[in-house]
């Protein structure tokens, strides 16, 4: 049988998705791709992150050999002009031709540039391909002002990206409000808020009537009300417009607004047409956002399998989450509580700045509706309740207000999902499907990952995938598989027993007693950690060697390129001039990027493995230590000057960091530890997003645990008041031990605290009134460690044997050509790729 | 006559579990020494096709369903010490060399 030839007229993230589809399907349709972008498709969602440092090329989505290897046909830089229906057929640009059985438009769309005076100047700029990207960044390079036309969300993100390219940086809007389509005027008047407080300025009900020359400047733009402002660039960013000016040349049916018609099949209306992405006009409705298109292209690729029943496009929700400008914006459904009798709760912080609004049906029974500004925390629930029609609680506020006296919002447990709840949106699957795979035999988490693909996308359900498998197990009366690895059966806390118990103080005698095989780099750092945690021997110690991770061997951070970066332990954050003046010293002589961490320390990038020992000698003779920011260990403890100098601290939180620094250091931990002491309410050493923070009171210390920073932050929980000194050190010796002998492998303290049974309450117990009765052994195993501290550098460099683990080469004494370094801002960096390849072409 | 093998280095330098990095004709090769195995030590190149870097030497070892592994110490993709292969990525492949220990010595090839 003759093939079906099947052309894909754009290559952009939808169609490339659409060619992914079809390749996995079968191998009896001959595909040709014709793009119009110079390169094949990439990830636009972000672009912007190319303004942030990252490699365009780490934006791609496959490549030109990826589709060779696969018998694509296919063509960039050359866009299809005409369609023939007649000869089912498409020319190019460039005057080829290619017949086709089966056409697939995926072209995309354009930014909108409104018709004003002026508009078609060499500053006037649009934002959505990596080209645009590059003439952005020229045109800032001689620009102090820039302006974006347009406040929706693309705007505001390329406002981010003018500002960090340095500019002054203005947003003009038409409407009254930014972000119009996704928020209400409350939630948009807080984001302005917020944004104006980074330092760009917002200009709302502006219609831009001209674009001429500044006198200062190389732009003017002039408004309707007559008031003007002074620009040297201008990005326009005022809408899209689809791309269907194929299909409209060649008679397709086209939306009155644009856009290329399709059926619950993405069919055109030619039955042998399809289109799919931001093309497509469905139900009146253009889906500008990436997981619409995907699932077009899936559908699409859908209609070539031999099925009785094909799958429809039903249109897509358009709940959104985002950061912008570095503030969290989140809108879902009816965010403007349009729906008839619908009912809204709003909950606006000024001090915070968040501001949440749910809209709510009639009887307030279903959520319909919300937007989030300044804190998205409440997203993932809130979408939860929305696209499943979950009912609400009795009070539906309760699932915006703050957590007063330990009630926290109701969580929404894996048992209240119905079988149609999305859990993996990457993927496409549902709770159902995941249950129904598990009825079909799959026993655990990877077996369901690799049978209905979900969490293998994003990533971002993972922790909500697990809760409903372990649901399910536990519902079938199964065990649920919690060993850490293929070598052990066991879970973190049952290695830490054993090993306990046991007295084991080996990763070898643990492997003969209790595991098999030889261990992986899930099991060895673990056990590692557990050994340094109970027995705190050396770390480097012989036998204990091969557990480590790159970093704790070689007792520094690796970075992208191989080398490492030193951290010199600063207790508190308090240093001498002397160890500043030692420190500068050490980073000239080896030529090191110096930056300050946020941990109030210093950091030093860019050593290679042999500088580390003569680095940490010199480090150490000026009266440094490790800072074992390499460690899954005790960080730092940040601190504010308190009493001794500021005029409102109560009590001397330099003091009692140090304190706290010096007793913790070096303690290894399931994940990093970091702390903090302020010396008064006021805060400023921010103890209250740490795993342990401390603030100083009238009566003395008030101590918050579990919060933390990253990805994703936590406040911490006030858990006891007004302690004297020693009070509070016993409390955190109890409550670290306790973290450390309980929680799982990288589990940090909140998940850890959040999963324990009765939370919070129940650490008070264990802690504060010891209720299990192991206070006393938890002190003492924490005297332990305390007493038996090393600086693991110092230990090392005294001993000739470890030194020699540091050579780059145990043969030679070169070093790697593959390190090579460039100047940027006064002090040496990585090469990127081209800088590399240019620098080792000509050095050899 | 058959030729002499080319000595890398001696079997001390080597870390009982653990890798080592060596420079052979100007290649930068990963060895990994098993104590207690039939081949006792494996090499492969030290660049890690994934992360961009000379880096796979410092990588934890062990093994996963049977194969003989080495975790990449930026991302963490395992490579088979054996054929090279990536268990993560089919397009991502390392280079095997053959080595082996006479006396207390590493030979190449
Ligand atoms: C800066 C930015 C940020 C974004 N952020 C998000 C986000 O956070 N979340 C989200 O969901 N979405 C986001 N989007 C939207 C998302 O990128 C689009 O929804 C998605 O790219 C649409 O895919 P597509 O394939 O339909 O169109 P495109 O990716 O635009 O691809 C269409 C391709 O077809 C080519 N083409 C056009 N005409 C022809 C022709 N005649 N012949 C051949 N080729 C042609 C075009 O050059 C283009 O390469 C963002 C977009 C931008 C620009
Ligand atoms: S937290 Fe209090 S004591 Fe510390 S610097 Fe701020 S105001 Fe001063
Ligand atoms: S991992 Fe941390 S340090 Fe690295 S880029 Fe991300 S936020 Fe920055």
């Not at chain 1, 192991?774 to 460690?785: P, T």
């Not at chain 2, 410092?58 to 993709?77: E, F, H, M, T």
Request: hydrophobic share 35%.
């Amino acid at each position: 049988m003759k093939k079906l030839r099947m052309v894909v007229a754009g290559n952009g993230m939808v169609g490339h998705h659409f060619v992914d589809q079809i390749l996995a399907l079968s191998t009896d349709i001959e595909l040709t791709v014709l793009g119009a972008e110079t390169r094949p498709a990439y990830d636009r969602v972000h672009l912007s992150e190319v303004f942030a440092g990252k490699d365009p090329k780490d934006l791609s989505l496959t490549s030109r050999e990826y589709y060779k290897e696969h018998n694509v046909d296919a063509h960039f830089g050359d866009a299809v002009v005409a369609i023939d229906r007649d000869n089912k057929s498409v020319k190019t640009e460039s005057g080829r031709t290619f017949s086709y059985d089966k056409l697939i438009l995926a072209t995309g769309s354009y930014p909108f540039v409104p018709p004003i005076k002026g508009s078609e100047c060499k500053e006037c700029l649009t934002y959505r391909t990596i080209d645009d990207l590059g003439e952005i960044k020229a045109n800032a390079k001689d620009a102090k002002i820039g302006v974006v036309v347009g406040g929706g969300l693309l705007g505001l993100e390329c406002a981010n990206a003018l500002k960090n390219l340095g500019l002054e940086t203005h947003v003009v809007e038409f409407a009254p409000g930014l972000m119009g389509v996704q928020l209400d005027q409350g939630g948009s008047k807080m984001l302005r808020r917020k944004i104006e407080a980074l330092g760009v300025t917002v200009h709302t009900s502006k219609a831009t009537t001209l674009i001429s020359e500044g006198d200062d400047t190389k732009l003017r733009m002039s408004f309707a009300d007559e008031t003007h402002l002074d620009t040297d660039m201008i990005v326009f960013s005022a809408g899209i417009r689809p791309y269907d000016q194929l299909a409209r040349k060649s008679g397709l049916e086209v939306g009155e607004r644009g856009g290329i018609v399709i059926d619950y099949h993405c069919r055109t209306s030619d039955s042998d047409i399809f289109a799919i992405g931001e093309c497509a006009l469905f139900g009146k409705m253009i889906y500008g956002l990436v997981a619409p298109g995907y699932r077009m292209a899936e559908i699409a690729a859908q209609q070539f399998v031999d099925a009785d029943e094909k799958p429809s496009f039903t249109g897509a929700d358009m709940s959104t989450k985002l950061k912008l400008l570095g503030v969290d914006v989140g809108s879902i459904g009816d965010a403007h509580g349009k729906t008839a009798d619908s009912i809204c709760y709003v909950f606006s912080d000024e001090k915070a700045e968040t501001y949440k609004r749910i809209v709510v049906s009639a009887d307030g029974k279903r959520l319909l509706g919300a937007v989030l500004v300044g804190d998205c925390s409440d997203y993932d629930t809130l979408l939860q309740y929305y696209l499943n029609e979950i009912d609400l609680p009795g009070s539906p506020e309760s699932m915006i207000l703050p957590a007063t006296d330990g009630s926290a919002a109701p969580a929404l447990g894996p048992a209240a999902l119905p079988a149609t709840a999305t859990i993996c949106s990457c993927h496409n699957v549902s709770k159902g499907d995941i249950v129904n795979a598990m009825d079909a035999g799959c026993c655990g988490l990877p077996d369901v990952k690799s049978s209905t693909k979900a969490s293998t996308g994003c990533g971002g359900c993972a922790a909500l995938l697990k809760n409903i498998v372990d649901h399910e197990m536990e519902a079938r009366g199964l065990e649920v598989n919690k060993s850490i690895c293929e070598h052990f059966q066991f879970t973190r806390q049952e290695l830490f027993h054993l090993i306990k118990v046991e007295e084991i103080k080996s990763f070898q005698e643990m492997l003969d007693k209790h595991g098999s095989g030889r261990g992986c780099d899930i099991c060895k750092p673990a056990i590692g950690s557990i050994l340094a945690s109970l027995w705190n021997d050396y770390v480097l110690q012989e036998n204990h060697v091969q557990l480590q991770d790159t970093n704790d061997t070689f007792l520094a951070n690796m970075q992208k390129n191989g080398t490492y970066s030193v951290v010199p332990r600063v207790p508190g954050g308090e240093i001498t001039p002397d160890q500043l003046i030692a420190i500068g010293e050490v980073g000239k002589k080896y030529n090191l990027y110096t930056k300050i961490t946020g941990g109030q320390r210093i950091d030093l990038f860019g050593a290679t493995l042999n500088q580390l020992p003569d680095i940490w000698r010199e480090l150490i003779d000026a009266g440094l230590e490790t800072g074992h920011a390499y460690g899954k260990a005790v960080r730092t403890v940040k601190s504010c000057v308190g009493s001794t100098w500021c005029r409102y601290g109560v009590n001397d939180s330099v003091g009692m960091a140090i304190h706290i620094e010096n007793r913790y250091k070096g303690l290894r931990a399931p994940h990093k530890l970091k702390f903090a002491v302020s010396g008064c309410t006021r805060e400023c050493a921010e103890a209250q997003s740490k795993d342990v923070g401390v603030i100083a009171t009238e009566n003395g210390w008030n101590l918050y645990v579990c919060g933390n920073g990253g990805m994703k932050p936590r406040h911490a929980d006030l858990f006891a008041t007004d302690l004297d000194d020693q009070t509070l050190i016993k409390y955190i010796d109890r409550f670290l031990m306790f973290y450390i002998r309980t929680a799982d492998r990288l589990q940090r303290t909140s998940v850890w605290m959040e999963n324990l049974e009765g939370g919070l309450d129940y650490l008070r117990q264990v802690v504060i009134e010891d209720s299990l009765g192991i206070g006393e052994e938890l002190e003492a195993q924490m005297h332990h460690v305390v007493g038996t501290y090393q600086c693991e550098w110092k230990t090392t460099i005294e001993n000739p044997e470890k030194v020699k683990r540091f050579r780059q080469f145990v043969n030679s004494n070169a070093s790697d050509d593959n390190v090579v370094f460039v100047e940027e801002r006064g002090q040496m960096r990585p090469a990127n790729e081209v800088e590399r390849q240019k620098l080792i072409a000509k050095s050899a | 006559m058959e030729k002499a093998k080319q000595v890398v280095c001696q079997t001390q330098d080597l870390i009982p579990n653990s890798g080592v990095c060596a420079l052979v004709n100007g290649k930068q090769v990963a060895l990994f020494y098993f104590p207690e195995d039939d081949q006792p030590v494996r090499a492969v190149s030290n660049w890690d096709p994934i992360g961009q870097a000379n880096v796979l030497s410092r990588g934890i070892v062990g093994d996963l369903k049977g194969r003989l592994v080495v975790a990449s110490p930026l991302y963490k993709q395992h490579f088979d010490l054996k054929t090279g292969e990536c268990l993560e990525d089919d397009q991502a492949k390392l280079e095997v060399f053959p080595v082996s220990i006479e006396e207390n010595l590493v030979l190449w090839g």
